[in-house]
C-alpha cells in the first residue's frame, strides 16, 4: 500500500499539488486519471520519487519516504519497478540485455542467474526468441512488453506505469492493460497507473482517483464512476468519449 497524505508540490510561485490525500492498494490497479494540467502526472513522479514534495508525506507500506539518505533511498528504490510511457529502452541494447539492466545495476546475481531471470520475465510477458533482437527490430505493442519485463525483473513490490498505453492501437493496448492487471494479481504488486485512456479505466481501475486542478475531486472505482455527483468528472469522461467517437 502506498498513501500520500496531504502532499503539496510547488514549481516556484505556481502550487500543482494542492494537499493530496489518496491510498493505492495492494494488489490492484490503482488509476490516477484526469485532464491534461491537472497535476496527475506530477503526483505520480511525487509518488515514485522522482519530485520532492514540499509538504506532506508518501509512505510506503508504513515507511516514510521523505528526508530519507542517499543509501535508503537507493534500497527502496530497488523495490520500485517503472514503465515509462515511451517504453525508455536502451535502443543500443538487445532485448535480454534492457531486461537485464536493472540485475546488473542492483544485485550480485551471477550472469547465468541475471540471464535466467530476465528470459523468466520475457516469458512472462509472452515475448519469445526475440533476446536479440533490437527495440527499433520490434513493434511498439512489443517494446512495451520488454518495458514490463524490465520493470518486473527486480520482482518489485511497488509498479509505476506512467501512460502505458500511449501511442499504442486500441487492441494493443487492451493486451498491455490485461497484462499489468494480470502481473498485479499474480505478485502481489501496489501498481499505480497514469493513464487519460478511458477504456483502461473501465476495464481494470480497481481503485481510481480524479485529479482536478490540482486536488482530489473523486475517488472510487470502475462500477461507481459514472453517474458519479463529481461534475468534473462526469465533464471529464463526457469529453474524452466525444473525442473518441470522433477519431473513429
Not at 108 to 135: G, Q
Not at 179 to 198: A, F, Q, R, V
Not at 225 to 232: A, F, H, K, L, R
Request: hydrophobic fraction near 35%.
Amino acid at each position: 500500500m502506498i498513501e500520500a497524505i496531504n502532499v503539496v508540490k510547488s514549481f516556484g510561485e505556481r502550487t500543482i499539488l494542492h494537499g493530496i490525500d489518496a491510498t493505492f492498494e495492494t494488489g490492484k490497479t490503482n488509476l490516477i486519471i484526469g485532464k491534461s494540467g491537472s497535476g496527475k502526472t506530477v503526483l505520480l513522479k511525487s509518488l515514485v520519487g522522482l519530485y520532492d514534495i514540499d509538504s506532506g508525506d508518501i509512505r510506503y507500506d508504513g515507511r516514510s519516504t521523505c528526508n530519507l539518505g542517499m543509501k535508503q533511498k537507493n534500497l527502496m528504490r530497488q523495490e520500485v519497478g517503472m514503465l515509462f510511457q515511451g517504453s525508455a529502452l536502451f535502443d543500443s541494447m538487445t532485448v535480454e540485455d534492457n531486461v537485464r539492466f536493472p540485475l546488473d545495476m542492483f544485485t550480485d546475481m551471477t550472469l547465468e542467474e541475471r540471464r535466467e531471470r530476465a528470459n523468466f520475465c520475457l516469458h512472462r510477458v509472452n515475448i519469445i526468441n526475440s533476446n536479440k533482437l533490437y527495440p527499433s527490430e520490434i513493434s511498439g505493442g512489443m517494446q512495451k512488453r520488454v518495458a514490463i519485463a524490465r520493470a518486473i525483473a527486480l520482482n518489485p513490490k511497488y509498479l509505476f506505469c506512467d501512460e502505458p498505453n500511449s501511442g499504442l492501437d486500441p487492441v494493443t493496448a487492451a493486451v498491455i492493460d490485461d497484462l499489468i492487471s494480470e502481473i498485479t494479481k499474480e505478485y502481489g504488486i501496489t501498481t499505480i497507473m497514469n493513464t487519460h485512456d478511458m477504456n483502461s479505466v473501465f476495464s481494470i481501475g480497481e481503485k481510481i482517483i480524479f485529479i482536478n486542478e490540482g486536488r482530489k475531486a473523486w475517488e472510487g472505482s470502475s462500477d461507481t464512476i459514472v453517474g458519479s455527483d463529481c461534475e468534473p468528472l462526469d465533464e471529464f469522461i463526457s469529453t474524452t468519449r466525444n473525442i473518441v467517437t470522433k477519431l473513429k
